[in-house]
T-cell receptor, first 108, second 116 residues
Framework: DAKTTQPTSMDCAEGRAANLPCNHS???????VYWYRQIHSQGPQYIIH???NNETNEMASLIITEDRKSSTLILPHATLRDTAVYYC?????????FGEGTQLTVNP | DAGVIQSPRHEVTEMGQEVTLRCKPI?????LFWYRQTMMRGLELLIY????????DSGMPEDRFSAKMPNASFSTLKIQPSEPRDSAVYFC??????????????FGQGTRLTVV
């Protein structure tokens, strides 16, 4: 599996955009980038995924660089309920391999 | 659909006892995954099934752990005998198709196991 690198923690003010970076410099051409999050004591939750193009859904936007070596998850208007660990995952071999993720804390 | 359902939500058992964790995947999903989460090791994949057949069990820590999927709507993870170091949160997840083909996994709420 392609290795991903994320900051350990980030803070964001409520109502502001949260931009979570991820490096995946060894990604292969056909490997997707997925983002999941885990709110304390709950199971991981899917957020969004992409291959080459930028993606947007009701939860977030995903910006993937042209060389695909990095991506950014954007929560446009963070709320307190978005406080969670965010995992950037490059999928290969039919499985999700979780790293340590980024602890995002949204402050009032 | 009610999502992935795990039972029990909490389990406290004594060392040496057998523990069975249960999972009901989302109907129609062909893949089922068992994960374990601890503070020290994070989220680890233990085993996954495709169409009720175990595909990769390389994450199963030792022979004390076993997993079965007798039909498409039910899976168990058994620990026998249990040890204190097995204390963790165990998650089950399911997906409609192979994760490499543009699909997502849905996780249950987990079973918190404490072995004393």
């Amino acid at each position: 599996d392609a290795k991903t690198t994320q900051p350990t923690s980030m803070d964001c003010a409520e109502g502001r955009a949260a931009n979570l970076p991820c490096n995946h410099s060894t990604i292969s051409g056909n490997e997707y980038v997925y983002w999941y999050r885990q709110i304390h004591s709950q199971g991981p939750q899917y957020i969004i995924h992409g291959l080459k193009n930028n993606e947007t859904n009701e939860m977030a936007s995903l910006i993937i660089t042209e060389d695909r070596k990095s991506s950014t998850l954007i929560l446009p208007h963070a709320t307190l309920r978005d406080t969670a660990v965010y995992y950037c995952i490059v999928i290969s071999g039919s499985r999700l391999t979780f790293g340590e993720g980024t602890q995002l804390t949204v402050n009032p | 659909d009610a999502g992935v359902i795990q039972s029990p939500r909490h389990e406290v058992t004594e060392m040496g006892q057998e523990v069975t964790l249960r999972c009901k995947p989302i109907s129609g999903h062909d893949y089922l995954f068992w994960y374990r989460q601890t503070m020290m090791r994070g989220l680890e994949l233990l085993i996954y099934f495709n169409n009720n057949v175990p595909i990769d069990d390389s994450g199963m820590p030792e022979d004390r752990f076993s997993a079965k999927m007798p039909n498409a709507s039910f899976s168990t993870l058994k620990i026998q005998p249990s040890e204190p170091r097995d204390s963790a949160v165990y998650f089950c997840a399911s997906s409609l198709a192979d994760l490499v083909v543009n699909t997502e996994a849905f996780f249950g709420q987990g079973t918190r196991l404490t072995v004393v």
